[in-house]
């Protein structure tokens, strides 16, 4: 039900060949360090890539060399002083969804692809402004992630997370200087499963530690699923609060549908009026709606197809976003120059890069794992915990997320420390935000996606910066005066 997967894979298409990127320039890397950092995994340059003052690295991580499991990373420097700024990892969801490919290349990272599908332009707003940047395809199946055991495909939240805390513990042997530095985790969607379990098996590591601990300073996931029984509700109630459904459907899924026993895997009584409202609901909404953003344009994948292939100019804009810049990212990213220089697809995997793996199998019950509890250990160790949600996403809507973090902070016996109010950027409003107990924080995000960074990138760095800055969001500002 979560993620990129309608969002950004509504069309497929084989890549064709293209000039290699330049051996020359890739033999650079080999033998140069920097820092430490591995010169085998530095990025020279990507191709059509603009000029910028940060380094890149890119490459994999073994994390059972018996198995030939392998997790792929991408690594931004922070944009200044990246020796002074903290580690932040970020998580797509799905589950089954690319980081390099939603986070990286669509929302927070320095580059968007253009239009052209063969060239990046660079991402004014991206997180590095505030943080060092991380991205992993996991769990294993997810974009250049792979492995030589087939049985590695059928994984859920606990194999996930025993794998990315392996990757972490292998990565900072490649990047020691981070070993010590503050480390941020964030996410959105599923990963509102991922980061937390995560999280769980840091501070058990932590615990039991002697030497090495991780440096957990915070925890951030937007639009996240956390209890299915509270989200699935919040979908239909806020299709029937934005006028997409009528009353009589509205008021009978809240009358005869029992979320408190809905999992992703029950069988449906196709008879009962609970389902019968849901599935005209579905069909009232229709096809030609994003439910990532209600406001936004859809793109039509056969248009855009064609002008990449004929390389032309494809980009379609709405409201200042570019609704077609997942066509666009794919394209790019299955250019063979792009993996070379990304030293990606070292396997030669038999199948297309793609947002959204069609080759893992993953639990379907783990969706139902209620995931406040870990919240709350998460928060008792100290780590505040952000929840944000862009406020126009109707598949996991603020109207649950609030809820819940509502309940979670009356049982932590939390007070508000800053009540329920407008937030703002740049004179307007950014969102609306409310704390408890000074550790967990609850923000929206105005006009904003699923995908907040992609949908507001500016106000989302606001939010990101203070974030990790440890600063609560402004709740006032100087109005502009009117003549």
Not at 61 to 69: I, N, S
Not at 96 to 124: H, K, M, Q, W
Not at 444 to 468: D, E, I, W
Request: charged share 20%; with cysteine.
């Amino acid at each position: 039900m979560c993620e990129d997967k309608g969002y950004f894979e509504m069309g497929r298409w084989n890549t064709f060949g293209g000039v290699f990127f330049s051996i020359a320039l890739a033999a650079v890397a080999v033998g140069v360090g920097v820092k430490g950092y591995p010169a085998e995994d530095l990025v020279v340059k990507l191709p059509g890539q603009p000029p910028v003052g940060f380094k890149q690295y890119a490459g994999y991580v073994d994390v059972d060399v018996k198995a030939g499991r392998s997790l792929f990373y991408y690594f931004v420097e922070a944009d200044k002083n990246p020796e002074k700024q903290p580690l932040t990892l970020w998580l797509n969801g799905g589950p089954g969804c690319s980081s390099v490919g939603g986070g990286a290349f669509t929302e927070l990272g320095p580059f968007y692809p253009r239009g052209d599908g063969r060239s990046l332009r660079i991402n004014s707003m991206s997180w590095n402004k505030a943080s060092n940047l991380l991205f992993v395809e996991s769990p294993v199946g997810v974009g250049w992630s792979y492995s030589n055991t087939s049985s590695d495909y059928i994984r859920g939240d606990a194999s996930t997370a025993k794998d990315m805390y392996i990757f972490m513990m292998k990565w900072y042997e490649k990047f020691p200087e981070f070993k010590s530095r503050e480390l941020f985790l964030t996410g959105e969607s599923y990963a509102g499963h991922y980061i937390p379990q995560l999280a769980e098996v840091l501070l058990d590591h932590n615990a039991r530690s002697k030497g090495f601990k991780f440096n957990i300073k915070g925890v951030a996931i937007g639009n996240p699923l956390l209890r299915l029984d509270r989200d699935v509700p919040a979908t239909y109630e806020f299709f029937w609060s934005h006028g997409m459904i009528s009353d009589e459907v509205g008021l009978t899924i809240m009358n005869e549908c029992d979320f408190d026993d809905y999992v992703f895997e029950s069988p449906h009584n196709v008879s009962h009026p609970c389902y019968q409202a849901i599935v005209e609901a579905n069909r009232i909404v229709g096809h030609y709606v994003n439910n990532y953003d209600v406001l936004l344009d859809i793109c039509y994948p056969s248009l855009v197809e064609q002008e990449l292939r004929l390389r032309k100019m494809a980009t379609k804009i709405s409201i200042g976003i570019d609704v077609c810049m997942s066509f666009e990212r794919r394209f790019y990213l299955n250019l063979p120059e792009v993996q070379m220089a990304l030293h990606a697809n070292r396997t030669k995997l038999p199948y297309d890069w793609s947002m959204c793996s069609g080759r893992l199998s993953y639990s379907d019950s783990d969706g139902n794992i209620n995931i406040l509890p870990i919240l709350k250990k998460i928060i008792l160790n100290g780590i505040p915990v952000w929840i944000f949600s862009g406020d126009q996403d109707s598949v996991v809507p603020l109207l649950g997320s609030r809820t819940l973090v509502r309940e979670l902070a009356h049982d932590l016996k939390f007070k508000i420390t800053v009540p329920y109010g407008a937030w703002f950027h740049k004179q307007q409003v950014g969102g609306w935000v409310t704390e408890y107990g000074n550790l967990l924080t609850f923000a929206t995000v105005r006009g904003a996606a699923h995908m907040v960074p992609y949908s507001q990138p500016s106000r989302a760095l606001h939010l990101f910066s203070s974030f990790v800055h440890g600063r609560r969001l402004p709740n006032n500002t100087h109005p502009p005066i009117h003549e």
